[in-house]
DNA sequence: CTGAAAGCGCTTACAG
DNA sequence: CTGAAAGCGCTTACAG
């Protein structure tokens, strides 16, 4: 591939010439001789190379975004927004799917670290383990000395979300909808107990509860895995309980989609017999039936504003705390209670109720 | 951030030296200077510049994915099959949604190009339009000069993949089943006729036909975009046309689930009035009511495999051609056709049918 | 086993 | 407006 060396001389100028000129460098540069460079960059399809420039500013345009897992669609709603807002800015995004597992984040950020991307976004909540992350934190210091910008975009272990969303009120403001249809007995499952935004979930279940006048049955409050498996066992664990309730009311869509299928394999109607509330709207929340009722997260302005933060500190700029409003999407999996509550304990499962 | 500078001065060795231990360099470092040189790597926080060592060997440890779009799940799983691969052997992962579009495409190859990616993969099939894609392959052609793997996981304007599966006997089989099953009168929602895999597809519904001893009816071929806006309106198509049918086969899963839907608004049953299947079986297609029958794609394992032959290709080997097998998931969206095929031209739509 | 030195391809004071 | 030179942080012949 050629260099700027070969462009310079092809051009008959020096190479601090040819450098200012192809790298759109605001510096005076007579018109004849920017043609010439032009010229010659073009004949030799010349490419700068973002690596000996990048050396120099210690810093390279890319963007690591860190998600749980890019085949969750609440992951890639997220990680195409910041592509969409860092593609126009000549930044590449890098994927890193840590499984939220401490040592392969921790690893995926030294691997960032050492290619000096110029961010590092986290999508995805931190367990709320602070000893298992002193080294990635350590990384983190140095990288924002470095001028990095490090954005989170759920509240993890040291604080607040950067970018994020209200997911208190936004769980509160779902049991409020519930409760103004009708619904008194409310079960709630919850996700892991160690994961950040679980517990802001989990917040906002009791405080839609409390604001309503309601207090918790702690029996119909269930932690599980985060995803469809944890729904299905989380049904399974309410249904064996000895709690009666009229709608569950799930700390993700993952789980109600699980729970969604788990109620159709025993044959139990939703809403019918029991209504059904998720929370993200991922994309594939509204093709599931009856649709998912869910708390729409803004998840691609998410990764777009995240971007946008990262662009700001990289300016120079201090990060803005931004929180994006969340919006009731009520659909076919929610509807008022039946008479009478779906019972716990003693009702025998799969036996075609 | 420590440089090796700083490391080999605290271990009181030459910079050559601190390389070589830090490198884990195959070259002879006594013991006791191989520990002090790690000493003070660890005191100093030393993280090793790619960008420095990259621009050396002109190669950073970086892969490029081109998608259509990372939200769309059949890249997602592809992309993660990549991630699968690389990150053990310290490749980072950039992905690239270039929505198709010869222009973005050409963008983020460039861009690609000027970090020195060691390969790009791409993981979306290519539109078959060879005059748009001269500058795409002008850097392809550069990079590959300058040791850069690519690889094409679906088939293209200017060849077969070089990791993917065999679309025209996937689909072939498809027809094959349907056919088994009673159906003589398939539709093909086709997608659009530009799409180099659409059409590997398409071959393979007419090959199954032929092989079945049964003509094509061309007025049951539709061409769509190829996502679910594509199967409403496929459906909406056929439903309108001239022939009947028992069974509509579709070039992907997303033309499938939007006929499903479209279906279901107008009060088709599938599979009793008639027969849906899809092709990829993309996550989501074993969650659509009824679930979809689709033909299987190892789509994770594509990925995987294409970092493994780019991984060759850096090795100095060649790119080993591989065809990995498809297999039919037949579930709830087929079934025996019922006596009376669905009518085309005629039947009112919307009618409550 | 160890080190001095060249060089990868750029940008940017500095001098003219 | 133009250019010579230093230097970013590494690796790797080459010499000892």
Chains 1, 2 share one sequence.
């Not at 004949?43 to 190379?49: E, G, K």
């Not at 050492?114 to 383990?129: E, K, T």
């Not at 509204?286 to 700001?312: C, D, I, K, N, Q």
Request: glycine fraction near 10%; proline fraction near 5%; include cysteine.
């Amino acid at each position: 591939m050629a260099s700027i060396t070969e462009v310079a001389r092809l051009a008959g100028v020096s190479i601090a010439t040819a450098s200012r000129v192809v790298s759109l460098a605001d510096y005076p540069v007579s018109p004849a001789t920017r043609a010439r460079v032009l010229d010659a960059a073009r004949t030799l399809d010349y490419v700068p190379n973002a690596l000996a420039r990048g050396l120099l500013k210690s810093q390279i345009p890319v963007v690591g975004v860190i998600v749980h897992d890019i085949t969750d669609p609440y992951f890639a709603e997220v990680v195409r927004g910041v592509e969409d807002a860092a593609s126009p800015a000549g930044y590449l995004v890098i994927t890193c799917s840590s499984e939220r597992d401490a040592v392969q984040e921790t690893s995926y950020v030294r691997l960032l670290r050492s290619m000096r991307a110029a961010s590092v976004i986290f999508a995805a909540s931190g367990l709320d383990d602070p000893g298992q992350t002193r080294e990635l934190h350590k990384h983190l210091a140095a990288m924002r000395l470095d001028g990095a910008a490090v954005v989170h975009l759920s509240p993890h272990a040291l604080g607040d979300a950067d970018v994020g969303v209200d997911n208190e009120a936004g769980m509160a403001s779902m049991v409020a909808e519930l409760v103004r249809l009708g619904h008194r007995q409310i079960a709630f499952l919850a996700g892991p107990s160690a994961l950040v935004v679980a517990h802001a979930r989990l917040a906002g279940f009791r405080r839609g509860l409390a604001d309503a006048g309601l207090g918790v049955d702690e029996r119909l409050v269930v932690h599980t895995s985060f995803d469809r498996d944890g729904g299905a066992l989380g049904v399974d664990a309410l249904l064996t309980g000895s709690a009666t309730f009229t709608s569950i009311c799930c700390a993700n869509d993952p789980l109600a989609m699980g729970a969604l299928a788990r109620l159709a394999e025993l044959g139990i109607d939703v809403p019918g017999a029991v209504s059904v509330a998720g929370f993200d709207d991922v994309p594939v929340a509204a093709m599931t039936s009856p649709a998912l009722s869910t708390v729409r997260l803004p998840l691609r302005e998410m990764g777009r504003r995240g971007f946008v933060e990262a662009a700001r500190v990289l300016d120079g700029g201090e990060l803005e705390r931004i929180v994006l409003p969340t919006e009731l999407a009520m659909r076919g999996s929610t509807a008022p209670p039946a008479i009478e509550a779906i019972a716990g304990r003693g009702v025998s499962l799969g036996a075609g109720r």
